[in-house]
């Protein structure tokens, strides 16, 4: 039986993951292994993908993806025979008992006072020896990786540990974000926010970059954040961290709602097998912050490195992987050095097969048969394969620790009311219309009742501005051209750009709230299998739908998508759903085309451009981006409340990164644009605007838009403007045609149409493409450019030629 034909509610342990590379590796990692038990929630209101329980938390998985995983359904009452020792979850069958025996052993806890965990990273004692202890220089700058999983409270400990002192950039070659700041009253440090990853495979982005930042990079120290809530997830990537053989510490965040629900951790236990400090903190409450600081430093400062790395048991599986582990350790131990990978992790790695550290380690052609039959020999006696094997090794080691040193609650306060809220928010029924009801009110909280008032106070701002400044130039007489470049040119475009900035904060304060409480994972296990049909994963649905709003925000949203093919087909998309700076356009033309018809039209034209972008995600699915959508296996988090020292910080990055680009790109377009509008071919000023050098490019032009009715010099010229802001096509075009019926006069209804379609999806406006840019770079910005006004072309001729048989 294989894990999709499981049915809701039923449990059963994994005999076989089948499937390979990539996906298979993230199954392990994210806690598939075989001899698990796995229990099915429910699956997707659309029937796909599914959510299981799996060692106390949810993972959502595809069901084709399901069909690899073989199962042996666990018949209830016999369960836990079945399963065998271990591996179990605490799931809803825990009984009354082991509540009360929770309880007991979390009070016999509280009875030692304060958690006070002696030994490792503190002055003097135990594992500390001063007589051999060798610190760095004085005035060593100590930089800290900051990792740990998604939704572990990285954001929140890393605002918490640096305060304003921030610098947001990207790691090299990717568009990962690279956050550093100085801890707070700790000058010569500094702390590098890694991006959430589960493990250190080499299969994605996130995983490759963090890898290549701790051992290339050489931090001083790693400071691991870890959901206590969650410790058998999250400790799977702690002890891949231990293995780089760096000075760490592990933060034990959400302390707070362990103790809440009764559970409790031994500290001092869980420092001893792991070999490392582990302070409990509260990230939220910034609780146990400075204590975590204080180790840090210290570690990071004297270089212990964690004491502890062999977690493999010689009891486990006969011993056969702790003698594999071993013997390759020794086998390519001088390998490893010359090549500066840490031992046991080079030693790890090989076994899973990853060959970017296999090639690095320089094997000859002996010693890689040596370690084949080694693996062969390990293979054969435990009967897993050796990407399993290894993950057995990690979480069988997890789950003896979590055995020891963590009380559990039984059923946290937090799950259960997740629970409940998913009643709604994934519930069969509740699902989509849950989620339109949430997308609408967002928007209609934008754009009715705050971001038009608000965008209207820019304006005015603006105008007001702009009004002061042409006032003061014409006093001082300032030469006629500089005035009209700085009133013109410069106030008129920046501010016409700058008007959207209202929306797009507000958007992304939407968006972070949906993100961090959780909610985004849940829209992603709704909607994905409607968007694997276009070849995308359900994360892409959020980016899109903000596009209607304007694509600014929309491309930077495709930020958390998670992998770059994901994100690259996202973005080429999300510029044809329409966005509001279009709606003045088609207003403009319904009303003096077709005014019986207007609402049709409109609505025809959103229809329009989200076909426009299914018929390319279809193409491109087949042809520029063939293969699968990544392995969507996500872990559901417990809904939580967002801190608002977290929202507040990303809205302002967010208008730091716009301000910036309105003050470069957006800059300069608006100069070019102005300077194209002022001058003639001969660089005098232009009497009238047909003289101008923009009205002769246009000219250029207008032979392209012939064969669609709208080759006029005027209207390329809206067109051109366009490209500034879309409702510049507005403004621009009641400038050269005056009133309505000189427009009317010089185009046919039919073309008229053609020109709308051509509006909806020609290329997007600067500002947009300006965050394109820095998503993807300069050749995909300007390839979108092409291929929208390509696509656009061929578009509004196909609506001529219909309309023009019908009209
Ligand atoms: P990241 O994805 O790892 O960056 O996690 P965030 O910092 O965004 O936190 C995820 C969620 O957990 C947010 O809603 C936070 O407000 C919440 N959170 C973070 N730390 C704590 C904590 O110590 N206690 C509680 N109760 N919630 C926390
Ligand atoms: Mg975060």
Request: proline content about 5%; aromatic content about 8%; hydrophobic content about 45%.
């Amino acid at each position: 039986m294989t894990l999709n034909e499981l049915k809701t509610g039923q449990s059963a342990v994994i005999t076989r993951v089948g499937g390979e590379g990539a996906l298979r590796q993230h199954f392990l990692d994210m806690g598939v292994i075989p001899k698990t038990e796995v229990t099915l929630i429910k699956l997707a209101p659309m029937g796909d993908p599914m959510e299981l329980r799996i060692h106390g938390y949810e993972l959502t998985l595809r069901l084709a993806d399901a069909e690899k995983i073989e199962i042996e359904p666990v018949c209830p009452g016999a369960g836990r025979a079945v399963s065998g020792p271990g591996r179990q979850q605490d799931g809803a069958e825990s009984s009354a008992n082991d509540k009360e025996k929770a309880f007991r052993r979390r009070k016999k806890d509280d009875a030692a006072g304060p958690t006070s965990h002696p030994g490792l990273g503190e002055d003097g004692i135990l594992y500390h020896d001063p007589a051999t202890e060798n610190p760095l220089p004085e005035g060593t700058v100590l930089t800290f990786a900051l990792a740990g999983n998604q939704n572990s409270g990285k954001t929140t400990l890393f605002n918490s540990l640096t305060g304003s002192n921030q610098h947001v950039g990207n790691f090299p070659g990717v568009t990962v974000d690279r956050k550093s700041g100085v801890i707070r009253g700790h000058a010569d440090t500094e702390v590098v926010d890694l991006p959430g990853i589960y493990s250190l495979s080499p299969y994605t982005e996130e995983e490759i970059v963090s890898r290549q930042y701790i051992i290339g990079e050489k931090p001083k120290g790693i400071i691991n954040i870890v959901d206590a809530t969650n410790i058998e997830r999250n400790l799977y990537l702690t002890m891949q961290l231990i293995e780089l053989d760096v000075p760490m510490v592990l933060a034990l965040n959400m302390m707070d709602e362990l103790r809440g629900n009764g559970g409790s951790v031994r500290t001092n236990d869980m420092e001893a097998m792991l070999g490392i400090p582990v302070v409990p903190i509260s990230a939220a409450k910034d609780e146990g912050v400075d204590e975590l600081v204080s180790h840090a430093i210290h570690v990071a400062k004297y270089q212990e490195s964690p004491t502890k790395q062999d977690f493999c048991d010689e009891s486990d599986h006969g011993g056969a992987i702790h003698r594999c582990i071993h013997g390759i350790m020794s086998l390519v131990e001088d390998h490893a050095k010359r090549a500066g990978i840490p031992i046991r992790f080079a030693a790890n790695k090989i076994i899973e097969g990853d060959a970017r550290v296999i090639e690095a380690l320089e094997l000859s052609q002996n010693e890689r048969e040596m370690i084949e039959h080694i693996i062969l020999q390990m293979e054969e006696e435990c009967g897993l394969d050796r990407a399993a094997a290894i993950a057995d090794m990690r979480f069988s080691f997890v789950e003896k620790l979590a055995a020891k040193c963590v009380v559990k609650p039984v059923e946290s306060k937090e799950r259960e009311r997740s629970e409940k809220i998913d009643r709604i928010l994934t519930g069969r029924f509740t699902a989509i219309p849950a989620f339109i009801v949430i997308m609408a009110l967002v928007f209609w909280v934008t754009f009715g009742l705050l971001g038009a008032w608000l965008q209207e106070l820019l304006e005015t701002g603006i105008d007001s501005l702009t009004g002061i400044v042409d006032g003061a130039f014409e006093a001082w007489n300032v030469n006629e051209v500089l005035r009209s470049l700085v009133v013109d040119g410069i106030f008129n475009g920046v501010g016409s750009v700058l008007s959207f900035m209202p929306i797009i904060l507000i958007l992304f304060f939407f968006l972070s709230l949906l993100e961090d409480t959780g909610y985004m994972a849940r829209v992603a296990f709704v909607m994905d299998k409607p968007l694997r049909r276009l070849g995308l994963s359900g994360r892409s649905i959020v980016p899109m739908l903000v596009g209607f709003g304007c694509s600014v925000p929309g491309v930077m949203a495709s930020r958390t998508l998670p992998s770059q093919r994901d994100r690259k087909l996202t973005i080429m998309l999300i510029p044809f759903m329409s966005c509001t700076a279009k709606l003045p356009i088609y207003a403009f033309f319904t009303g003096i085309f077709f005014p019986e018809h207007s609402a049709l039209i409109m609505i025809g034209l959103y229809l329009f451009g989200i076909l426009t972008g299914i018929i390319t995600a279809l193409v491109s699915k087949h042809t520029a981006f063939k293969g699968e959508a990544v392995p969507f296996v996500m872990e559901l988090p417990n809904y939580r409340m967002p801190g608002a020292k977290n929202v507040i910080r990303l809205l302002w990055e967010k208008a730091k990164d716009f301000l910036m680009r309105a003050f470069t790109i957006i800059f300069v377009a608006t100069i070019v644009i102005w300077f194209l509008q002022t001058f003639n071919l001969h660089l005098g000023l232009a009497e009238s605007s047909q003289e101008s050098i923009l009205a002769s490019i246009a000219n250029i032009f207008t032979p392209i838009f012939k064969p669609m009715g709208f080759g006029d010099w005027r209207i390329v010229t809206a067109l051109i403007t366009g490209f500034m802001a879309k409702e510049s096509v507005v403004s621009t075009l009641s400038v050269l045609f005056g009133d309505g019926s000189a427009l009317l006069a010089a185009v046919a209804p039919a073309a008229a149409l053609a020109l709308l379609i051509f509006c909806l999806l020609y290329t997007p406006c600067v500002a947009a493409i300006a965050s394109v840019k820095r998503e993807l770079g300069r050749k995909w910005a300007a390839g979108i450019v092409l291929f929208q006004c390509a696509v656009a072309w061929v578009m509004a001729f196909i609506v001529f030629l219909i309309a023009g048989a019908l009209m």
